[in-house]
T-cell receptor, first 114, second 111 residues
Framework: DVKVTQSSRYLVKRTGEKVFLECVQD?????MFWYRQDPGLGLRLIYF???????EKGDIPEGYSVSREKKERFSLILESASTNQTSMYLC?????????????FGPGTRLTVL | GQQVMQIPQYQHVQEGEDFTTYCNSS?????IQWYKQRPGGHPVFLIQ?????EVKKQKRLTFQFGEAKKNSSLHITATQTTDVGTYFC???????????FGQGTILTVHP
């Protein structure tokens, strides 16, 4: 059974803290993605990676960075958390093939920054 | 950049009524995908449309891709309480499988 796992379901951090969110997939997917989901705004892409050590900015990369050292693992880093980064964070992965590129999502991490 | 607009944002229906959500892209898409997110859950893939004018059905769900490959719709016939959730369209442009998601339509079904 295909699986995307995220390191935490709920996380509470203080303003200014460095935050790491980790995502692991077991499907040998080339692509991995980080989204944030806020009411009324849908899923907004933060960063994605199409290969190990490769990354591209999404629509809202400011305040975030990412790391992909291994194919199965994609980390999202908030260098200095702020209250406006309180959100649900979803990781996803997919193949690059045009015909088989559905995205598989993890369960999400609800991050609260106080 | 590519933008995908989805309407309506909310839809309340009585069980048994039909439901439609619409998706429009600012640019031509390689394909469009639809996802469903149950309350408290994560998005789950429903279907992908690739060809201009394509229509696909999954039981009571009908998906259409416009002739110009810039718009799409999802129609549910005779809604059931199990249809409750948020429906997202997501358009793929040209790069590496990156999708642009619409804002989603939250469907509530009253029994």
């Amino acid at each position: 059974d295909v699986k995307v796992t995220q390191s935490s379901r709920y996380l509470v951090k203080r303003t200014g803290e460095k935050v790491f969110l980790e995502c692991v997939q077991d499907m040998d997917h080339e692509n991995m993605f980080w989204y944030r989901q806020d009411p009324g705004l849908g899923l907004r892409l933060i960063y994605f990676s199409y290969d190990v050590k490769m990354k591209e900015k999404g629509d809202i990369p400011e305040g975030y960075s990412v790391s992909r050292e291994k194919k199965e693992r994609f980390s999202l880093i908030l260098e200095s958390a702020s209250t406006n980064q309180t959100s649900m964070y979803l990781c996803a992965s997919s193949f690059q093939d045009l015909n088989y590129n559905e995205q598989f999502f993890g369960p999400g991490t609800r991050l609260t920054v106080l | 950049g590519q933008q995908v607009m989805q309407i309506p944002q909310y839809q309340h229906v009585q069980e048994g009524e039909d439901f439609t959500t619409y998706c429009n892209s600012s640019t031509t898409l390689s394909n469009i995908q639809w996802y469903k997110q149950r309350p408290g859950g994560h998005p789950v893939f429903l279907i992908q449309l690739v060809k201009s004018g394509e229509v696909k059905k999954q039981k009571r769900l009908t998906f259409q891709f416009g002739e110009a490959k810039k718009n799409s719709s999802l129609h549910i016939t005779a809604t059931q309480t199990t249809d409750v959730g948020t429906y997202f369209c997501a358009g793929r442009g040209t790069s590496y499988g990156k999708l642009t998601f619409g804002q989603g339509t939250i469907l509530t079904v009253h029994p």
